[in-house]
């Protein structure tokens, strides 16, 4: 499955983005999707996560409460949304697909990567 991060920006401390992933070569409903992030001279971290069906979701600690996973399977699309961005939270987003359909904790099975797309807060 080939992916496609989009939506990314430049907003200020607070503000709101929401991010897609879209799917093509293949239907997303086979797969956990989930999204990540690089910031500038750090590791890839994990975002969030959520089941084929939608019913299960995971948020990393940083992002609970800010930001919200969730998909539209019948538009192949998988969005996240962010409130109350923070300059932390300045990064580059990927998304990704586990081929586990209700994996949404083993990070490590995540792949299919695309190009991402740049999320810059200011302060």
């Known amino acids: 499955v080939q992916l496609q991060a989009s939506g990314g920006g430049l907003v200020h401390t607070g503000g709101s983005l929401r991010l897609s992933c879209a799917a093509s070569?293949?239907?997303?409903?086979?797969?956990?999707m989930g999204w990540f992030r690089q910031a500038p001279g750090k590791e890839r971290a994990f975002v969030a996560s959520?089941?084929?069906?939608?019913?299960?979701?995971r948020c990393a600690d940083s992002v609970k409460g800010r930001f919200a996973i969730s998909r539209d399977n019948a538009q192949n699309t998988v969005p996240l949304r962010m409130n109350s961005l923070k300059p932390e939270d300045t990064a580059v987003y990927y998304c990704?697909?586990?081929?586990?359909?209700?994996?949404?904790?083993?990070?490590?099975?995540?792949?299919?990567w695309g190009q991402g797309t740049l999320v810059t807060v200011s302060s």
């Open positions: 070569g293949r239907t997303l409903s086979s797969y956990a």
């Open positions: 959520i089941s084929w069906s939608g019913t299960m979701t």
């Open positions: 990704a697909a586990n081929p586990h359909p209700y994996n949404i904790d083993s990070i490590a099975d995540f792949g299919s």
